[in-house]
């Protein structure tokens, strides 16, 4: 049994959780190094390879092999870099690790959530998480079980009732033994039945790339086993001609880098993110930053610090004398939790001491909005003025709203006659928190990147609106008071004002579910238990490490630092990855389109395949693969527009169109010219490389240092190649009139590319639905 005053002895407590009753948490584990590595090792594509590889060597063709350094070396970074984000990854969550308080031997003790054992006497207070299932010994609490049961309203829970983990503390404070701990828990159960039935969600980019890569790898079976059989029994090469024709064919269908460039992408950006004291729990967020549109804000704790200070107590009862008065609301406030930074302002202010016991205590509400203790002689009530004062608000409405202009909060405090059912007031109390030093600039940031802030706050609409202003927030003056509001009135005005006041819990979650049917992109910032049902909802949410435990555990984000300042940096990451995806993926994606032209082409034409596996190799190392993985690293701040996969095919087209056209012709002329397969292959590749530095060169567009750097590197190792490793990339001598020929269709290659580039561009001007600024970006880009 728990001695409900000392709780387990330090020494029972380490023997129930060595026998396995301690509070291991249902949660998506980080992946072993073992796991990394066989899920780098075990893909798909990866099988297809080792297919290839064991063919060119049943039928004696080393040199084509020239891929299999390549997929080693894609293999190996994909491993050492998902190595190196778990343990940044591991490190940050292991800082960030739920505490609890717990009562052992006497003492009040703070431990990991997962020390927790069966049995423990544990605090709970305002913004705690219940980690385990127990049973209230002593105290009340205000318990919101919206994430278990879906109801929003706030429980009181008193001596004798259930506390479910997963449940946090709206307000209160109160004393607990666990009863069920662990994978025996409440909501372990229903974690437990969920992972059974639940599917990975995935951002539009990642489920554009499983879509491409999964069609692609049942399409090259079939066209392997068509290609090779019309190459050995229609034009009657032999069998290793026939797999090599193959096999080049498939290699160049298939986009080997592509998905491990955006997954280590998004591990490099993960542990860039890291590095800033940004912790990371959904990988997939880091995308869904990137086409944010709308952020939702809430003013204490995100605009302002998350502190406040008393500036004044301004008397309304002549009767009552300022020192009885500071001593009467002294008395009241060390009567009540400090479960919310306001009620810590007052603390600090009146010192928090008091020789008088309450009768009862009100803990504080955020539906409700006040707080409230009972004496011998009278219930004495602490909150917003439009809540207790009711209809007599207007009475001093000319009052209140002269110091909710100078951004200043206000409390009214006074007595609650019982039998007249009638609010006295006494005193208003005037506290501000300070606006957070870099807001400013912050929200400029956002403004300038056409992301929409909304201000979203439980305060008095006028005082969010003013303390909105003064962060330099656009449109602050449209401003509304929620409270009244029915659900269709909330939902037409989410997309209409910028500063939304008085607002439940209940109500954040409901303007962010209109935020998003109006086809938004929402973020949402807090750092509150009020905030926690609007942080589920939100397309991405972030939250305050200095807040509350509830919050940090409903976020994708957290900022280990509470740097709201941070916010610019974490969404110009994500930006800066699709962005650079995006790029590269066009790359990959243009020999994936050129193969399966020249594929059709090779069937329609009843021709020989014009490339070898090396050659393609030599090609994708140059223009391909290794500007790829660099270009994927540089700064890209521009905003996301249209769908991942269109735009991706849209940047490929021109080059894969040039590519097909120029070498659909030299395969015509080169058949009706006699000229040998080893010859028309060389021309075919020399041609690849033209379009294909042509195609890197506009990627790279606008040309800083970084980037002419890359195109001057690869069109040297491309020389360098050309010259010194003839063999190793299948090149073969041509006769003088073939290498001019070469030189010409190398030559016109980049008005051809040109040419391409200004028919896709009229195509999409005239049938795309991307917005103008996508359409004038994407003309900016073939224009270059």
Same mark, same amino acid.
């Not at 330090?10 to 301690?22: D, P, V």
């Not at 899920?39 to 099988?47: A, D, E, H, L, V």
């Not at 490793?725 to 030189?743: C, E, H, I, N, R």
């Given at each position: ?598 594929? %059709? @082409? ?6 020989? /395949? $014009? *490339?070898? =596996? ?5 090609? !994708? ?101 050309? %010259? @010194? ?6 090149? /073969? $001598? *041509?006769? =003088? ?5 070469? !030189? ?41």
């Amino acid at each position: 049994m728990t001695n409900e005053n000392r709780g387990l002895s330090c020494e029972e407590a380490q023997k129930r959780l060595y026998a396995g009753y301690g509070n291991v948490q249902v949660k998506n584990q980080s992946k072993s190094v073992g796991q990394i590595i066989a899920g780098n090792i075990f893909t798909y594509f990866n099988f297809i390879f080792a297919v290839f590889t064991a063919l060119l060597v049943f039928v004696r063709s080393y040199v084509n092999m020239t891929f299999l350094p390549i997929i080693v070396c894609n293999t190996m970074i994909g491993i050492v870099q998902e190595i190196r984000a778990k343990r940044v990854l591991d490190r940050l969550t292991l800082m960030n690790e739920p505490k609890t308080q717990v009562v052992r031997s006497g003492q009040m003790l703070q431990v990991d959530s997962e020390q927790l054992v069966l049995g423990d006497l544990c605090v709970f207070q305002a913004g705690n998480q219940i980690c385990a299932d127990a049973v209230v010994e002593k105290g009340s609490l205000r318990v919101n079980e919206a994430l278990i049961t879906g109801e929003a309203d706030e429980v009181v829970k008193n001596p004798g009732d259930i506390l479910y983990s997963g449940s946090f503390v709206v307000s209160g404070k109160g004393y607990a033994t666990l009863t069920k701990v662990g994978l025996s828990s409440f909501a372990a159960q229903l974690m437990l039945e969920a992972k059974a039935s639940r599917k990975n969600t995935q951002t539009e980019m990642m489920c554009s790339l499983d879509r491409l890569v999964r069609i692609i790898g049942i399409v090259i079976i079939p066209i392997g086993i068509l290609l090779f059989l019309q190459q050995h029994f229609v034009i009657g090469s032999t069998i290793q001609e026939s797999v090599v024709s193959m096999i080049a064919s498939l290699v160049g269908m298939i986009p080997e880098g592509l998905y491990l460039l955006a997954s280590i992408a998004l591990v490099v950006s993960v542990m860039r993110l890291g590095r800033k004291k940004v912790l990371v729990h959904e990988m997939a967020c880091v995308e869904t930053l990137a086409r944010v549109n709308v952020l939702c804000v809430d003013k204490t704790g995100t605009i302002t610090e998350n502190k406040m200070s008393v500036q004044e107590i301004i008397p309304l009862a002549k009767e009552e004398e300022e020192t009885s008065l500071h001593a009467l609301i002294g008395d009241v406030v060390a009567n009540l939790d400090a479960d919310n930074i306001t009620m810590q302002a007052l603390k600090d202010y009146f010192d928090g001491k008091s020789e008088r016991k309450a009768q009862k205590v009100i803990p504080f509400s955020s539906q409700r909005k006040y707080s409230g203790v009972r004496f011998e002689e009278g219930l004495y009530l602490i909150g917003a003025p439009e809540r207790l004062l009711a209809e007599r608000y207007g009475k001093y409405d000319v009052q209140i709203l002269d110091k909710i202009d100078k951004g200043v909060r206000v409390l009214v405090f006074g007595r609650y006659g019982e039998e007249q059912h009638l609010f006295e007031p006494l005193a208003f109390i005037l506290v501000s928190n300070p606006i957070r030093r870099d807001a400013r600039e912050t929200f400029e940031y956002f403004q300038k990147e056409d992301v929409c802030i909304k201000v979203i706050s439980g305060d008095h609409p006028k005082a969010a609106a003013a303390v909105a202003k003064k962060a330099g927030i656009a449109e602050a003056d449209r401003y509304i008071d929620v409270s009244q509001l029915s659900d269709e009135e909330l939902e037409k005005a989410a997309p209409v004002y910028t500063v939304f006041g008085r607002v439940s819990p209940e109500q954040k979650k409901k303007l962010l579910l209109a935020l998003k049917k109006a086809g938004n992109v929402v973020a949402m910032t807090g750092d509150g238990v009020n905030d926690v049902l609007a942080l589920k909802e939100a397309d991405c949410s972030i939250a305050m490490a200095s807040g509350s435990e509830a919050a940090s555990n409903a976020a994708q984000i957290v900022l280990l630092d509470s740097d709201f300042a941070r916010m610019p940096s974490v969404v110009l990451e994500g930006r800066r990855v699709v962005n650079n995806i995006q790029r590269s993926a066009s790359l990959f994606l243009v020999k994936n389109l050129f193969s399966m032209l020249m594929t %059709l @082409f090779t069937f329609v034409a009843v021709s020989k /395949y $014009p *490339l070898y =596996p090396t050659q393609l190799s030599f090609l !994708g190392t140059f223009t391909i693969g290794t500007p790829a993985f660099l270009l994927a690293m540089q700064p890209d701040k521009s905003r996301i527009e249209g769908h991942f996969l269109t735009n991706v095919v849209l940047l490929a087209l021109p080059a894969a169109l040039t590519d097909f056209i120029l070498l659909a012709v030299l395969n015509v002329a080169g058949n009706c010219a006699g000229i040998g397969h080893e010859q028309l292959s060389t021309m075919c590749i020399m041609i690849l490389l033209a379009v294909g530095m042509a195609a890197l060169i506009r990627i790279c567009m606008p040309l800083d240092k970084i980037r002419t750097g890359i195109c001057i590197l690869m069109a040297s190792g491309a020389v360098f190649s050309v %010259l @010194f490793l003839k063999p190793l990339f299948a090149l /073969y $001598p *041509l006769s =003088p009139v073939w290498v001019m020929v070469t !030189g010409i269709l190398m030559a016109a290659a980049v008005p051809v590319f040109a040419v391409m580039c200004r028919l896709v561009l009229l195509q999409v001007q005239r049938h795309a639905k991307h917005s103008k600024k996508f359409r004038e970006r994407l003309g900016r880009h073939f224009k270059s």
